[in-house]
RNA sequence: GGUCGGAUGGCCGAGUGGCUAGGCACAGCUCUGCAAAAGCUGCUACAGCGGUUCGAAUCCGCUUUCGACCUCCA
């Protein structure tokens, strides 16, 4: 596809992307909930949004990414006893709801990081918009869609649901939730089963409590991306993305308090990724099969066979496309680093190749085919944003590249033209788009210059055909982490693991 | 129970009405003092049963089966 095409959930359909103000992209995603540690199944929405904001970039748009953190409590509706899910927490740990906010918040940060993600241009607090949560709250009962009791705040769906096309976006029928009835207590207060809390009454032992025009209490869960959305972003803009399990209730109660409070629905195109399964069960807390980010990289879990580098993990992601289920396994995780290693050297590879100045490709087949696999990069991640495919056109090229080092291709085989092109397009969108990084750290150089030193030591043992010496000084840096290659025009690379 | 989405080769996975995705693993070969790496070659699958079609893994129906959501959840 020759433009950016996406998957609009709410439509159900590939559409081209078109932004609001031309040049300007708004970019909202649902955020972490910061009452625990990051797992696994964070890193996929992120990492999905990261390349569709770095790819948005890449195509000239001014992007303002969005991304909150939730650290107000969410809470049961349906009547269930309210509980502030942070404040909770927060007594089992004995912290202050601050500390463990502030102390998760470092952790998700650290791991965004290992991830290669890039900072959200604003990452606003629940915490920190609470009047402008209150201020929607009173847009809405104003307009006669939501109400008061006892100090809470509902919002009125089956009023919602004569007017607008209620459950469009997450594909269900008003009355279908009705029925599903749970006999469940507390639920009088509420108009009907289906209205959800905008503002809740806080209990007398609930931490987090503010003042609002209807008592001390707290903010209910969906409003906060509401009210920090709009506030950022407008009252309508571009892509509003998050994961799959959120679309309901959370993502549907958005567009209806939204679409009341600005009389027009908030996002343009809403954009969902699928969940990480393990073992074909999604990662969740009430399964009990959650791997922390921490235990990813350091492979202390029991379903973990060894730790797995963030950029594997995130090389792993991209290679499945972002709306398929993910299944997580140890065969596959390190298949994955074995194939992340081999592309990134053909990688390094390519930029250390010279371009020669041949302006006609000696294998004309050859040339047209590499240009087309380039080409394809851009369609590919036009077409909803396929890094699998980039990913696959790019294990095509490797070998031409490896080819060409290695003298099976003739090194005037593509023009000049097409090998900076290559070095360009593998660049703009392997690290530039994909964001990937080495798997290893630039070396400081002491080290470097220590392993050529052995390196030259070995050379003459070998040709003194003193295989012996050669062969411990290979095998000895192997068993300290350190590989060494004899190259076929005699120089000898070394990689660290 | 309701709604929705899957079932692809040893494993992971893309995708399409007809033209072997890709990766990992595996086997052979080339190169090499030996290794490793790299290159070449091989491995050709789409849950089952019907139907539509000149042709279906791709469309339709049924069956089996797995999962997601309906409740906090990325």
């Known amino acids: 596809m020759s433009t950016f095409h996406l998957y609009n959930s709410y439509t159900r359909q590939k559409e081209q992307f078109e932004s609001i103000t031309p040049g300007y992209a708004g970019l909202y995603v649902c955020g972490p909930t910061v009452s625990g540690e990051s797992h696994l199944g964070h890193a996929r929405p992120y990492i999905t949004f990261d390349v569709v904001q770095r790819y948005l970039k890449h195509l000239g748009y001014r992007v303002r990414y969005v991304r909150n953190i939730t650290d107000a409590g969410h809470f049961e509706e349906e009547g269930r006893e309210a509980i502030d899910k942070v404040g909770e927490k927060a007594k089992l740990e004995k912290l202050e709801p601050m500390e463990m906010v502030h102390k998760y918040t470092s952790l998700f940060h650290y791991g965004m990081r290992l991830f290669n993600c890039e900072e959200p241009a604003i990452e606003p607090t629940a915490t920190g918009h609470i009047i402008e949560q209150i201020t929607m709250i009173q847009t809405i009962i104003e307009k006669g869609y939501a109400y008061e009791v006892n100090g809470s705040v509902y919002f009125d769906v089956p009023k919602y649901a004569a007017n607008y096309p209620y459950g469009k976006l997450s594909g269900r029928i008003l009355e279908d939730q009705l029925e599903t009835t749970r006999e469940l207590d507390g639920q009088d207060e509420k108009r009907n089963k289906a209205d959800f ?3 809740k009454s806080a209990p007398p032992e609930h931490i987090q409590r503010w ?3 209807w008592g001390e209490g707290f903010p209910g869960w969906h409003i906060e991306c509401s009210a920090m959305s709009s506030k950022y972003l407008g009252e309508t803009f571009d892509i ?24 027009h629905p908030p996002v343009r195109y809403w954009m969902h990724n699928n969940m990480i399964t393990i073992n074909g069960k999604k990662m969740g807390k009430s399964y009990n099969n959650v791997i922390k980010l921490s235990e990813l990289f350091s492979g202390n879990h029991p379903i973990l066979e060894q730790a797995y580098h963030p950029m594997v993990v995130r090389f792993y992601i991209l290679q499945t496309h972002y709306r398929s289920t993910l299944d997580f396994g140890n065969e596959a995780l390190q298949g994955s680093e074995r194939a992340f290693r081999r592309l990134w050297e053909a990688y390094e590879l390519l930029q250390k190749l010279p371009s020669g100045d041949h302006a006609q490709a000696a294998d004309a087949t050859l040339d047209k085919q590499v240009n087309d696999w380039i080409s394809e990069f851009a369609d590919f ?12 056109n790019m294990f095509e090229l490797a070998p031409v590249i490896n080819g060409i080092k290695g003298g099976q291709i003739a090194s005037n085989a593509l023009s000049a033209d097409t090998m900076n092109l290559l070095k360009s397009s593998f660049k703009t969108y392997l690290v530039d788009v994909l964001g ?15 392993l050529s030193l052995l390196i030259e030591i070995r050379k003459d043992a070998k040709k003194r055909k003193d295989f012996a010496t050669s062969d411990q000084i290979r095998n000895q840096l192997a068993a300290a982490g350190i590989s060494l290659k004899d190259e076929k025009d005699g120089t000898v690379s070394f990689s660290i693991e």
């Open 197 to 199: 809390a905008l503002w």
């Open 211 to 213: 003042n609002s025009p």
């Open 240 to 263: 509003h993305g998050g994961g799959m399990d959120l679309q309901f209730p959370h993502h549907e109660s958005e567009i209806a308090q939204s679409t009341i409070a600005h009389g």
């Open 381 to 392: 991640m036009n077409d909803d944003l396929n890094t699998a495919k980039v990913l696959a």
């Open 436 to 450: 990937m990084q080495p798997l290893q750290a630039e070396q400081s150089g002491k080290l470097e210059s220590v």
